[in-house]
């Protein structure tokens, strides 16, 4: 008995030590994946901040589904868990459920939430912990001009907004559809949003002059009161085109009375803004002929936009809007971070973000990649508002429905 | 560049209507109570919102809407008054700011519950429309918002001057104490006189809905622009507040021939700091001495 004592655990080390190669190291095996964000599902951005859930959500489901994300280190499958928290739409809020998010729940990686002064204020937390953080809800490029490292966007600029704009025109001045040069009458909030867009508008017309001419750019400021002064210098501009970046709700009043006042362009553009319904119930036919540029839509014809489309609507009984399907996309770039990695650690985590290359995407331009500063630089989707409440995607060529109608009908 | 100064005139005299309507109320509360509503903007804002039920989802005439929020409106204020403001009526100033403020963050919160965040708009047939005088494109809504900011000031005047809860109130208004001396409920007349400030914003809010796009967090700047109309026009009279109405929208307009339309509100509350400084008694005060002289 005695002798046999001895030999039993001798016996057990040797087995062990046949079955476990040389040099690999015993670690323990996480039993899930733990994503983290804050979202704003009550308060002021609490419609967008519900739309990032869902799509967060779906994505996550859908590689669970799929038994997890594979992480070689452990040589199998993991499922994510997805932690959300609401920030109420408040900044200081937000920071700190990202903290706890690091510091409580011990996150492997975090996923964004909605809007740039959100993000802005959020995104320190994930740098000061080094927690790579993807968002798809933070376009302003202020946000990636602060050398983080851990920071990686999925939306285009505002200035890429701006530039998608003017290369468009620059093409209807080619077809003859407009003429050279062209007068630009110019405004923006006055927010960082605001100003990237008349700051993209103003360095494709200065590296133009022979096609384009502002001659006037005018900020104003948020929540406008009256609309009047600044159309009237609009009016006064007797600019060709009308160039504006405003928040829905401003969209609204100023085009309201933009309407009334009987002004007209060549082209009209809000920006990002022209499809949304409520504007379009609230302008009815005065938002037609609109063109707006975004990040994407739902009539993209590629088959990865397409299949979000089918299966958000089916899943949610809701119209898919670009706000899910970016928070989607990115759950699913984080999720090809960690494979590629193919470990938990942080920093290579990081490191994959950086060399992230996703084919097959439903972004425009079907390609999700990073510049050096961690924003993707892809192309707008442009879009015109139609008599009836349609939409046709106009630009870039190989993802347009329709052709544009330039000079918009004078009514 | 040439501006179509008129144009900004007429545009500006139709917003001054709609700056008065905003304003009355906070200065009627003002005036009898000494208390700053913060509320006045959740006000506004429920207003717009009750505006947009009755019309987009009951189908009622968009002009008729405020017939019926604002006596709901009326009670909704007496009923604040008399079971929470009264409460902290003679407390140090802060409590009351303190509690409005709660009020008007429970009114917003109750708004993203029952609305959502959405932006709203409500759109009639009238949206839109406009009539040409000497070539100025003339809008119906602002017209009609104009019109019921000067009929709001000539129904108050005849409240104020002809009744005897007007004159109750105007009493309270310049003497508490000697008003309940005399034999005058001020209870019963600072609950009246609360109702009233919620009911004219309310009204603003109904109105304000045909022209602007909406959502729980409305009425917060045009809560800020009523502070300098109260202030511009003497802290307690509607007529002040009528004039300060027009005064502000006249500067807003023409600043822009001078600075960039972005800075229309610092025009807004450099006035307010100057008028603080050099007649705080607004322009009514003003005018008074100007009489006496």
Same mark, same amino acid.
């Given at each position: 008995m005695k002798r046999f004592g001895f030999f039993f655990p001798l016996l057990v080390f040797l087995f062990y030590a046949l079955l476990v190669p040389p040099g690999a190291e015993v670690v323990a095996q996480p039993k899930e994946v733990i994503l983290g964000a804050a979202l704003p599902i009550t308060g002021g951005q609490s419609r967008e901040g519900g739309y990032f859930k869902k799509g967060y959500e779906m994505a996550i489901k859908e590689i669970n589904d799929a038994g997890g994300v594979m992480v070689k280190q452990y040589g199998k499958r993991i499922p994510i868990k997805l932690i959300i928290y609401d920030d109420k739409s408040d900044n200081t809020t937000s920071v700190q459920l990202y903290e706890k998010l690091v510091a409580e729940d011990k996150v492997n990686a975090l996923?964004?939430?909605?809007?740039?002064?959100?993000i802005t204020a959020h995104t320190v937390v994930a740098e000061k912990y080094r927690v790579?953080?993807?968002? +798809?809800?933070?376009?302003?490029?202020?946000?990636?001009?602060?050398?983080?490292?851990?920071?990686?966007? @999925?939306? &285009?600029?505002?200035?890429?907004l701006a530039f998608t704009l003017m290369e468009w025109t620059t093409g209807q001045q080619d077809a003859g559809a407009l003429k050279k040069p062209l007068r630009i009458a110019l405004m923006g909030e006055n927010t960082s949003h605001g100003k990237e867009f008349r700051q993209g508008v103003l360095k494709k017309a200065k590296a133009a002059p022979d096609r384009f001419n502002v001659v006037m750019d005018e900020p104003f400021e948020i929540n406008l009161k009256d609309a009047d002064p600044l159309l009237q210098k609009v009016k006064a501009s007797q600019a060709d085109i009308y160039l504006a970046d405003a928040r829905i709700a401003d969209y609204i009043t100023i085009h309201r009375r933009?309407?009334?006042?009987?002004?007209?362009?060549?082209?009209?553009?809000?920006?990002?803004?022209?499809?949304?319904?409520?504007?379009?119930?609230?302008? +009815?036919?005065?938002?037609?002929?609109?063109?707006?540029?975004?990040?994407?839509?739902?009539?993209?014809? @590629?088959? &990865?936009?397409?299949?979000?489309?089918?299966?958000?609507?089916?899943?949610?009984?809701?119209?898919a809007e670009w706000f899910p399907a970016l928070a989607y996309e990115s759950a699913r770039v984080m999720a090809k971070a960690i494979q590629d990695a193919g470990t938990l650690d942080k920093t290579k985590i990081r490191d994959a973000l950086a060399k992230m290359d996703m084919k097959d995407s439903l972004v425009v331009g079907g390609r999700v990649w990073y510049k050096p500063n961690g924003q993707i630089d892809n192309e707008y989707v442009m879009m015109q508002n139609l008599p009836g409440g349609k939409v046709s995607l106009i630009y870039p060529k190989d993802i347009a429905t329709g052709k544009a109608i330039v000079p918009i009908p004078q009514k | 560049?040439?501006?179509?100064?008129?144009?900004?005139?007429?545009?500006?005299?139709?917003?001054?209507?709609?700056?008065?309507?905003m304003s009355y109320g906070l200065a009627l509360i003002y005036g009898v109570m000494k208390i700053v509503n913060l509320a006045h903007a959740g006000v506004m804002m429920w207003g717009a919102y009750a505006a947009f039920v009755l019309i987009v989802n009951a189908g009622m005439n968009p002009f008729l809407a405020p017939l019926f929020v604002v006596p709901a409106f009326f009670f909704l204020g007496i009923f604040m008054q008399r079971y929470i403001v009264r409460r902290v009526m003679f407390a140090p100033s802060i409590s009351s700011l303190l509690l409005l403020f709660g009020i008007w963050l429970i009114m917003q919160n109750i708004s993203y519950l029952g609305f959502t965040g959405d932006t709203r708009a409500i759109t009639t047939k009238y949206?839109?429309?406009?009539?040409?005088?000497?070539?100025?494109?003339?809008?119906i809504n602002r017209l009609v918002v104009f019109c019921v900011g000067v009929l709001a000031l000539l129904v108050m005047r005849q409240f104020m001057g002809r009744t005897y809860m007007g004159k109750a109130i105007r009493a309270t208004a310049q003497d508490g104490d000697a008003s309940k001396l005399v034999g005058i409920n001020t209870d019963r007349v600072m609950e009246i006189a609360f109702g009233l400030g919620i009911a004219l914003a309310s009204l603003a809010g109904s109105l304000m809905a045909l022209i602007f796009a909406f959502d729980p967090d409305f009425g917060r700047s045009h809560l800020l622009k009523g502070f300098c109309i109260v202030v511009l026009g003497g802290l307690e009279s509607m007529v002040g507040?009528?004039?300060?109405?027009?005064?502000?929208?006249?500067?807003?307009?023409?600043?822009?021939?001078?600075i960039m339309p972005a800075l229309q509100d610092f025009v807004s509350f450099a006035l307010l700091v100057i008028v603080l400084i050099v007649m705080p008694g607004g322009m009514v005060g003003l005018l008074a001495k100007f009489k006496k002289t």
């Open positions: 996923l964004g939430g909605y809007g740039t002064p959100l790579p953080y993807v968002n +798809g809800g933070g376009a302003t490029g202020a946000i990636y001009e602060r050398k983080m490292k851990y920071i990686f966007g @999925t939306l &285009a600029s505002i200035e890429k933009y309407t009334e006042l009987r002004l007209y362009h060549q082209v009209a553009s809000y920006g990002p803004r022209g499809t949304e319904q409520a504007a379009r119930d609230a302008l +009815g036919a005065a938002s037609d002929y609109i063109v707006s540029c975004n990040w994407w839509h739902r009539d993209i014809p @590629t088959a &990865a936009a397409k299949a979000f489309r089918d299966k958000y609507e089916k899943t949610y009984n809701d119209t | 560049m040439t501006i179509d100064i008129p144009a900004l005139l007429v545009s500006a005299i139709l917003l001054a209507g709609l700056y008065a309507t949206t839109l429309m406009t009539f040409q005088v000497f070539g100025i494109a003339i809008s507040v009528a004039l300060g109405s027009l005064v502000l929208a006249i500067a807003e307009a023409l600043s822009i021939l001078w």
